[in-house]
């Protein structure tokens, strides 16, 4: 499966930058990886940034793309049914899985429903920056279930 991940903002934290390229260079071997940063929008009007930011998102997002939204209302999942969805989406023959990180002040309604899936990683509300580092561990973690190799305890 190909993923693509789509998020608002640059990563400006290098510390950040160093573990994505850690989990970047961890999940090529099995899977494709596109990364794309929209920029963010002036926060001074936050639905007004939602909006905005969700418009930016979607301009990269195809009619066929399966869609899930990273959202702190979605659903919380453990990595052993992270590693199942995606299994089940491979079978239902989807090739590309797009992700999507929003902005600061989180998600434009367009983009909520556009969204296959929320995808909730924690209660806790987290940097969208910490967001991207997440998915891609358990993005990792889930292949290396999926595969039964060492990593997942």
Do not use: C
């Not at 789509?6 to 990563?11: H, L, Q, R």
Request: zero cysteines; charged letters at 25%; proline letters at 3%.
């Amino acid at each position: 499966m190909r993923f693509r991940i789509i998020a608002v903002g640059k990563v400006r934290e290098s510390y950040i930058e160093q573990s994505l390229d850690d989990f970047r260079n961890r999940i090529t071997p099995y899977h494709s990886l596109e990364e794309i940063t929209v920029k963010a929008a002036d926060g001074s009007h936050p639905q007004k940034a939602m909006s905005s930011e969700a418009e930016r998102v979607l301009n990269h997002v195809a009619a066929p793309d399966h869609l899930w939204l990273l959202e702190r209302t979605g659903h919380q999942i453990s990595s052993e049914e992270l590693a199942g969805k995606l299994a089940d989406l491979a079978l239902r023959g989807v090739s590309r899985l797009t992700l999507v990180v929003a902005g600061t002040y989180g998600a434009g309604a367009t983009l909520r429903e556009r969204a296959q899936f929320l995808w909730s990683l924690s209660k806790l509300t987290l940097l969208h920056e910490w967001t991207r580092a997440l998915v891609l561990e358990q993005l990792y973690r889930a292949t290396k279930i999926a595969r039964n190799e060492p990593y997942h305890h």
